[in-house]
């Protein structure tokens, strides 16, 4: 698949401004262009997605947003094809024993295949998706081997045909629902917006985010009358872009240094901000002087409330997240490099640098100086995230490694 | 190769038909990229393998290069490459640059081309540029943005069709006791008109032991402001006009681009070629030209300056490497002893082996070095597949790749050890050495016309005969070849030519160390000593001295020096108003001003108006008194007072009374206070044990004359003998010379009361 390859290609070296949209869009691409074997179709475009995903993940691997998508479309690929499966051993019952119910059915009389489904699910450890079991629609967990085996009991070569398109075709329909997630997600947020800013309150965010001046936005538009602080978000100023902005569109606006915020913390009501990332454990990624936001917060409890699309939940758990998590960007953004040149002339003394200028792109919060998360799934609490990302991934591809394929 | 020439030639014909400037600005932009130094500054390595592909933190140079020409929306580059252009093509065409989108990377190859000159003439004649281009160097790293750049060349180019090339300039301050920049290279002078960024003067061979340079005087006068820079680093990317190809054609004898070409275009006022300049601030551009400017750029690497080019982005062919605490890079699958200390900014390849209680700082080490226990690695840059036995030492050294050191080894500061090469048990390399498996070329590069000539022929001749020409040197070199490196190493340390030992520390891999440095501030003093005497000497022949002389000087030295020139200034002044017989209001008017531009205090006017009256009262002939002297020229007078301490005395007493007696209203003038007479007696005490020995007899008896002229009151005498009661015994000589003129004093006082 040399287009595929390509694509890959400029996308990895456009990856420094990649979003979210365009890494499911390279992958809907990469879908689409895989061709699908008879049997095991699922496994085989898992193992293309997977393929791709690695490459696009280990390019950027601070970018989590990549990694959460390919998570996506792999689960995607996986509860298509899980669906299939159970409509086709549905269809089989059917046509079996007509008389009986359907839920009936397939818990009693399909023994020999339900019974190797609930194996395999009991195998992956996969909580029951709290969506599934509200709608009501039956549980069974298939890993991609069983489609196969579902498919030689009904022993039809067309009807195959004709599934594996139509696996094919369903999975990209869904990728494109989940492109449209991550377009729509600001204005999902952004509904909410009413719920959570009360009139003449004081709301503080930092930096600038999309997600936060859609929300503003949306109050204003709403009649609501609000202040907003805003912190400039050293040493990349986006607060005042974001400053800029609000002031267009009408909104009271103050502009204070980042380290004034603990001063200033006591007259505001509420803080919002947007996020990098959202670990499973509900610790937030985010620009840097966040932790120092959120700590002040706490101390003045005021709500810290995180925007974040369901794109940028991440499954995985932050382990040493100031550092590994991290980026650490040039010095350039802080000191001027002609005036300091100077002080990092190597060529004398030890040989070794005495100024060592490090500039963070991101901070860490942890789970408990967050009051609420607003996804464009509703408001949740921190402890909650781990459900919510359940529902989005599966287990199995929480390591997108050819290691993990092998296993397989 | 031919197909792609007819296929350049066609695009270059199909360019030259629509020569319209909106055409010319739709063209996608095109680089030269030079894949070739024509320097033998990275000798002996760069006999083996081309400084383009040698590792610059794990990365070959060239990547660094072209991954930068991407990113800065270069459509074309042309990878010229010279001297061992197999390997740079390989290399090329085994990367994934020939397979990128929107990017063309295309080789010329030559073989016979011995300089950059050369080098342009060539792509000129393959006609494959048609509009604007970049030139750069591919051992260039940075990380800026073109685009500002190219749009002011543009539009540059569209007032003023002579502007033919943009410059790219960066801040960065030259030590000011080496005389070179961070990067190893000379202390650069460069005058640019500040408001058009017009280059008008590029210097970078200045010569420093005489302080000056020299401008050109119709560069003052052509220019309404020029601003003059040592503090700039030129960073050898330049836009360029395709112009710039056929100017190289047209001066056949252009060969190094900024000796040849730059100064050329500047000295050039036929043509009105014209250079400008852009200067760089947030982000990094720099050449790594010498061993100096590879141990810092892989700092600034280290240290982020080049973000996003740094080891942990992937940006071209580089392993992923996860950047830890303290700006320590580790790739995956090393291997660690528990026990051994990796320090801060360090990057360690893949695969590498570490062992126990070894210890690394401010290192690079390659992929797949194995490196044993107790180890010491300190500022060195360690390349792929290099074995390191246990307890050797290295300290800010290039080890390239498959070197193998046996145990115990110790290699010195600023050693280069190059392909392959074996270092024996305990043998110690001695520092800025550099060995080689090859012998040194016994062709020395010592003259400039010879670098050109031989450097990148790319084959060398190995000869070890005698040449008649270089009979010493020979000899010298095959002596330098026979210390074997210990039991059972492999390699020849090359004797070190060009410049010889006192200038390889200027660009060795080492930091420079601190006797140097200290002999060479030392030498710098001497030599403002020096300076400070020529305008001694200057000021004393009645040359009215500036003060912008004295700006050169430190401030602290100002203060001295101004005391100094004041004095000075105040001879001359009175020995003139002497001469000239001018009124006394006049010189207390003259001696008023200097004192204001000097900013001196009443008490300093006293003191040198008297000291000038007292040289004049050595000065006059001393045939005033007595006739019989005539016989006794001047000049002799410092002579015969010696000789007759009292014969003359007398005369000389006689002659400063007078000139006191004249000059007595300009000295009052300036005795507003106490304070001021006490200074006049130190500074007469001074001259008489310094300046004017003659006057050491005769303390007291000026000093009366003083007294009874009204000029020195009684109460100055007493309080002048009152603060010096505590000195040393020298410091008193004079003060009991006028004892009993003190005693008297004393009394009479007391009488009064």
């Known amino acids: ?408 | 190769m031919g197909a792609q020439k007819k296929r350049a030639a066609a695009a270059a014909a199909a360019a030259r038909v629509s020569e319209d400037p909106d055409d010319l600005a739709r063209q996608p932009l095109q680089a030269i990229l030079l894949a070739d130094s024509f320097t033998t500054k990275f000798r002996p390595i760069t006999l083996e393998r081309p400084k383009v592909l040698l590792p610059l933190v794990n990365v070959p140079m060239i990547n660094y290069t072209l991954a930068w020409l991407e990113a800065a929306g270069v459509a074309e580059v042309f990878v010229f490459c010279c001297a061992h252009s197999k390997q740079v093509i390989d290399y090329l065409e085994n990367s994934e640059w020939f397979s990128q989108p929107n990017f063309t990377v295309k080789t010329i190859e030559s073989h016979n081309i011995i300089s950059a000159g050369d080098a342009l003439r060539l792509i000129y004649e393959q006609n494959v540029i048609h509009g604007d281009f970049v030139l750069i160097s591919g051992d260039t790293v940075s990380n800026m943005s073109l685009t500002q750049a190219l749009q002011e060349h543009k539009e540059r180019k569209k007032k003023d069709n002579n502007a033919v090339m943009t410059m790219i300039i960066k801040k960065s301050k030259p030590s000011p006791i080496t005389r070179q920049s961070r990067l190893g290279t000379d202390e650069l002078f460069m005058a640019i008109d500040p408001n058009t960024k017009q280059l008008l003067y590029y210097e970078d061979k200045a010569d420093h032991s005489k302080g000056t340079i020299c401008l050109d005087k119709m560069l003052l006068a052509e220019n309404p402001s020029i601003s003059l820079h040592n503090d700039k680093q030129d960073c050898y990317i330049d836009i360029c006009s395709p112009e710039v190809l056929s100017l190289f054609t047209d001066n056949f004898d252009y060969q190094h681009l900024r000796r040849h070409f730059v100064k050329g275009l500047l000295l050039d006022d036929i043509m009105g070629y014209k250079i400008f300049t852009h200067e760089i601030h947030s982000s990094y551009a720099a050449r790594i030209d010498n061993y100096r400017s590879y141990d810092i750029v892989s700092k600034d690497i280290i240290q982020r300056w080049t973000y996003p080019y740094v080891p942990d982005v992937k940006f071209c062919g580089n392993r992923a490497t996860k950047l830890e605490r303290r700006g320590m890079y580790r790739a995956l699958e090393i291997e660690q002893s528990r026990s051994a200390q990796v320090g801060s900014f360090t990057v360690i390849g893949y695969g590498t082996k570490i062992g126990s209680n070894s210890k690394i700082s401010d290192s690079v080490i390659g992929e797949g070095c194995t490196i044993g226990s107790n180890v010491l690695i300190e500022g060195s840059y360690i390349w792929d597949n290099v074995i390191i036995e246990d307890g050797c030492e290295l300290r800010h050294v290039i080890v390239c790749d498959g070197v193998i050191m046996k145990a115990g080894a110790v290699l010195k500061p600023g050693v280069v050890l190059s392909f392959k090469v074996v270092i024996g048990e305990r043998f110690v390399v001695p520092a800025y050495s550099k060995v080689s498996l090859l012998q040194q070329p016994t062709v020395h590069d010592s003259d400039e016309e010879l670098e050109y000539a031989d450097n990148s022929s790319g084959t060398v001749e190995f000869s070890c005969t005698a040449d008649q020409s270089n009979g010493e040197m020979t000899s010298e070199s095959s002596e330098a070849h026979k210390p074997k490196l210990g039991t059972g190493g492999v390699g020849y340390i090359w004797s070190i030519c060009e410049g010889g030992q006192e200038e390889e520390w200027r660009h060795s891999v080492a930091p420079i160390p601190e006797d140097k440095l200290t002999e060479l501030s030392e030498a710098m003093d001497d030599d403002q000593e020096l300076v400070t005497q020529d305008r001694t000497a200057l000021s004393t022949s009645g040359e009215l001295i500036s003060d912008s002389n004295a700006s050169e000087g430190d401030d602290n030295e100002d203060s001295k020096d101004d005391s100094v020139y004041f004095e000075k200034e105040v001879e001359a002044t009175f020995l003139r108003a002497v001469e000239e017989n001018v009124k006394v209001d006049h010189v207390i008017l003259e001696v008023n001003s200097l004192r204001l531009s000097y900013n001196m205090t009443s008490a300093d006017c006293a003191g040198a108006v008297f000291y000038s009256m007292m040289k004049l009262a050595i000065k006059t002939p001393h045939s005033s008194a007595i006739g019989l002297l005539t016989l006794y020229p001047s000049p002799f007078s410092m002579v015969a007072s010696n000789a007759y301490p009292i014969y003359l005395s007398g005369e000389l007493q006689q002659n400063t009374a007078n000139i006191i007696t004249t000059w007595q209203k300009l000295l009052k003038s300036y005795l507003l206070e106490i304070d001021e007479e006490i200074e006049i007696i130190l500074k007469f005490e001074e001259m008489c044990l310094e300046s004017a020995k003659e006057f050491s007899p005769l303390f007291a008896r000026i000093l009366h004359i003083l007294y009874d002229k009204d000029i020195l009151q009684e109460d100055a005498i007493l309080r002048w003998a009152d603060e010096k009661e505590g000195a040393d015994e020298s410091d008193k000589v004079f003060v009991r010379q006028s004892e009993k003129f003190i005693q008297w004093l004393r009394e009479a006082s007391e009488e009064e009361d």
């Open chain 1, 1 to 408: 698949m040399p287009d595929t390859q390509a694509l890959v290609m400029t996308f990895l070296t456009s990856l420094k401004n990649a979003t979210a949209r365009q890494t499911a869009e390279l992958l809907r691409s990469v879908i689409s262009q895989q061709r699908v074997p008879y049997t095991n179709q699922a496994g085989a475009l898992i193992d293309a997605v997977k393929a791709v995903g690695e490459q696009l993940i280990a390019a950027n691997p601070v970018e989590l947003a990549v990694g959460n998508i390919v998570r996506r479309v792999l689960h995607i690929i996986r509860e298509e094809d899980l669906s299939l499966t159970t409509a086709a051993i549905g269809e089989l019952n059917l046509s079996a024993v007509s008389d009986d119910e359907n839920d009936d059915d397939r818990d009693g009389n399909t023994t020999l295949s339900a019974a190797a489904v609930a194996a395999a699910a009991r195998s992956t450890l996969r909580p029951p998706s709290l969506q599934t079991l509200l709608e009501d629609t039956p549980v069974s967990a298939a890993v991609p081997q069983t489609s196969s085996s579902g498919g030689d009991s009904e022993g039809k070569t067309a009807d195959k045909s004709s599934r594996s398109r139509k696996l094919k075709h369903d999975v990209i329909e869904a990728v494109n629902e989940l492109i449209q997630d991550i377009v729509t997600c600001h204005e999902q947020i952004a509904e909410q917006a009413v719920e959570h800013i009360h009139q003449n309150e004081v709301i503080l965010t930092l930096g600038s985010s999309r997600t936060v001046s859609e929300f503003l936005f949306a109050a204003k538009e709403k009649k609501r009358s609000f202040r907003v602080f805003v912190a400039e978000g050293a040493p990349r100023y986006q607060g005042h872009l974001l400053a800029k902005e609000l002031v267009a569109r009408g909104l009271q606006t103050t502009l204070i240094t980042d380290s004034a915020v603990f001063a200033m913390i006591s007259r505001v009501n509420m803080v919002i901000v947007g996020a990098h990332a959202v670990m499973a454990n509900g610790g937030v990624i985010a620009p840097v002087g966040m932790n120092l936001v959120a700590l002040a917060a706490q101390k003045h409890a005021v709500p810290f409330v995180v925007l974040a699309g369901s794109h940028k939940l991440c499954p995985l758990y932050p382990h040493n997240p100031e550092v590994l998590l991290n980026e650490l960007r040039s010095p350039s953004e802080l000191l001027d490099f002609g005036e300091f040149s100077d002080c990092m002339d190597f060529g004398s003394g030890s040989g070794s640098p005495l100024l060592h200028v490090v500039n963070p792109a991101f901070d860490y919060v942890p789970p408990k100086l967050v009051s609420l998360f607003i996804t464009d799934a509703g408001g949740h609490n921190p402890s909650y995230m781990y459900r919510l990302i359940a529902d989005y991934y599966s287990a199995d591809d929480l390591v997108v490694q050819r290691r993990a394929i092998a296993g397989n």
